[in-house]
């Protein structure tokens, strides 16, 4: 199927249960969420062992930051799912500035991050000041990383509802899946580092 | 049939001597790594200059058979890399993407795989050498070994582009995202020059293990598919076509002499 086609499929397509996007992505959930389950597992077990040296490390972050960045990923979640039912009801336009929405939460989460890293290192927490610390600039830079290629695949979004010929719903909603992915790490990452004491 | 008239007879034979060699280079591999020189899984960074020596002296004469013996044959890890070139040249792609991969990997292989092997072969010749240089020379090798990986990262992000963007149908498409997997895997790996102990130092739980388990997966899965792709290959341009059901046990020239 073209991806013409695909996007003027049968409206009553959406009636049926399937699941969004390709089968192929939902691969990619899953090892990568295995992986980042093993990377949690680790972070638990150090954190059981050293559990004091982690309470006081832990008490540098500061809980109304990491609660707004939350905010601003699960709203890009709304913003992302938004998009793709815009998308499936065939007003494009509205699907990208949904996107578009995404891209500017994602930003400003990516901003608050980096502020919260130089307020933290000028406090003298870095990267090998603690083990806790460690840990969280790991953590929450392979989850920077995986958003910045949650920025890549924005683009792909934008740049397929920009024109009709390239529109595909199935690419939309593989798209969104994998910012669904980031966003749920990111809420798996805030409850171990910022909310387990 | 024999294996001889099967060589003759089929087309894709060089394709099948070089998956056989990817296959035997990444055997050998694992067992000099982890069974002769046992540089596998990685000594601890915070050793003294003193126990450096010991760790040389434990594994002198596993070091120069198995080292040597990758002297001899190391040069078969050209084969994994030309048939992976080979896979992206067989797809829609530009073959900037075959070069790309080509180039990076023979690059990423001196450092990555050479420099441990003549560093540590240097430290079990002479024994007897200050000890400040033995911790030199281990610190080299396991650092040159983990810690240039960011070459090998960038190779898997082109194959991943190559998988996705192709329209013949060379690999699945999941296995375009299990690159990205592994890219970001190899990622955890850049810390090792930072720490000396630790989840993240160049033996981590994290920095090692977990990118071994993902590795070995996928080495596995891309030996599997490329086995696969030479079945199905038509030695065509366009699309390549399915395997018949059944025809995946006699489409290698082993198999075929087996059956007769």
């Not at chain 1, 990568?32 to 077990?45: G, K, N, P, R, W």
């Not at chain 1, 601003?72 to 929405?101: D, H, N």
């Not at chain 2, 299990?178 to 102990?197: G, K, M, Y």
Request: charged share 15%.
């Amino acid at each position: 199927m073209t991806a013409v086609e695909d996007v003027h499929a049968d409206p009553r397509v959406d009636e049926v249960e399937h699941v969004p996007g390709e089968g192929d992505m939902w691969f990619f959930v899953l090892f990568e969420s295995l992986v980042f389950t093993s990377y949690f597992c680790v972070y638990l077990y150090y954190r059981a062992q050293h559990e004091q040296a982690f309470l006081k490390a832990q008490a540098a972050l500061t809980l109304p930051l990491g609660i707004a960045e939350t905010i601003l990923l699960l709203t890009s979640s709304w913003a992302i799912a938004r998009c793709v039912q815009q998308t499936r009801a065939g007003r494009y336009l509205s699907a990208q500035r949904f996107a578009m929405v995404t891209a500017g939460l994602g930003i400003a989460f990516l901003g608050c991050k980096l502020a919260e890293w130089v307020r933290l290192i000028g406090d003298g927490h870095t990267f090998t000041s603690s083990e806790f610390m460690q840990h969280f600039f790991f953590l929450t830079g392979m989850h920077a990383i995986h958003l910045l290629i949650g920025f890549v695949v924005l683009g792909v979004i934008v740049y397929q509802l920009a024109d009709p010929q390239r529109r595909s719903r199935q690419t939309i909603e593989t798209c969104s899946t994998y910012w669904h992915t980031v966003d749920l790490f990111w809420v798996l990452i805030f409850a171990l580092l910022y909310i387990v004491r | 049939m024999s294996l001889v008239a099967s060589l003759r007879t089929d087309a894709k034979r060089e394709l099948w001597f070089v998956w056989y060699s990817t296959v035997a280079f990444y055997s050998l591999y694992t067992v000099v790594f982890f069974v002769l020189t046992r540089t596998q899984p990685p000594g601890h960074p915070w050793l003294t200059p003193e126990q450096a020596v010991g760790w040389f002296a434990d594994r002198h004469s596993g070091l120069l058979v198995g080292f040597a013996l990758i002297f001899v044959l190391g040069g078969f890890s050209a084969t994994s890399i030309a048939l992976i070139t080979y896979s992206i040249r067989r797809m829609s792609v530009s073959r900037a993407y075959a070069y790309s991969y080509l180039i990076l990997y023979a690059i990423a292989a001196i450092p990555g795989f050479v420099f441990i092997c003549v560093a540590m072969t240097v430290g079990a010749m002479r024994p007897d050498r200050d000890p400040v240089l033995m911790h030199w020379l281990y610190d080299f090798g396991f650092l040159s070994f983990s810690g240039t990986m960011g070459v090998f990262l960038v190779g898997s992000l082109i194959w991943m582009a190559a998988i996705l963007l192709d329209k013949n149908g060379v690999f699945p498409r999941w296995f375009g995202y299990l690159n990205l997997c592994n890219a970001l895997t190899e990622v955890v790996i850049a810390p090792s020059w930072i720490f000396q102990r630790g989840v993240l130092a160049w033996n981590g739980v994290i920095a090692w293990w977990i990118d071994v388990a993902v590795f070995g997966m996928y080495t596995v899965v891309f030996i599997y598919l490329l086995r696969n792709l030479i079945q199905r290959d038509d030695l065509g341009t366009g699309p390549v076509p399915a395997l018949p059901p059944g025809a995946a046990r006699r489409a290698h020239p082993l198999a075929k002499v087996i059956a007769g």
